[in-house]
């Protein structure tokens, strides 16, 4: 079982940069991949950007140059730095994790950005 708990989102203008953060517990060596997805009022939800226990990195295109995902250990959280928000950026961000043939994801945390 791995438990995640999101921080970070917040309401930001247009421009703006926010650092969201998720924490892991529980059976934290058997995580092979963790991410973070995102769903805006009537989309689906969709993934934006992960990271292998390997040091792999994938990203959605429209975010690409402007979020970073970072781990630096597989104890450590999982970050994403989001740099020139844009209004089309929100969304509820949710932290998910892939392990031992299994999907575990976070609560969501709200992420606004406004014109």
């Known amino acids: 079982q791995v438990q995640l708990v999101e921080s970070g989102g917040g309401l930001v203008q247009a421009g703006g940069s926010l650092r969201l953060s998720c924490a892991a517990s529980?059976?934290?060596?058997?995580?092979?991949?963790m991410g973070w997805y995102r769903q805006a009022p009537g989309n689906q939800r969709e993934l934006v950007a992960t990271i292998t226990s390997g040091g792999s990195i994938k990203y959605l295109a429209s975010v690409k140059g402007r979020f970073t995902i970072s781990r630096d250990n597989a104890k450590s959280p999982v970050y994403l730095q989001m740099n020139s928000l844009k209004p089309e950026d929100t969304a509820v961000y949710y932290c998910?994790?892939?392990?031992?043939?299994?999907?575990?994801w976070g609560q969501g945390t709200q992420v606004t950005v406004s014109s």
């Open positions: 998910a994790a892939y392990a031992n043939g299994e999907d575990y």
């Open positions: 529980g059976s934290m060596f058997s995580i092979n991949v």
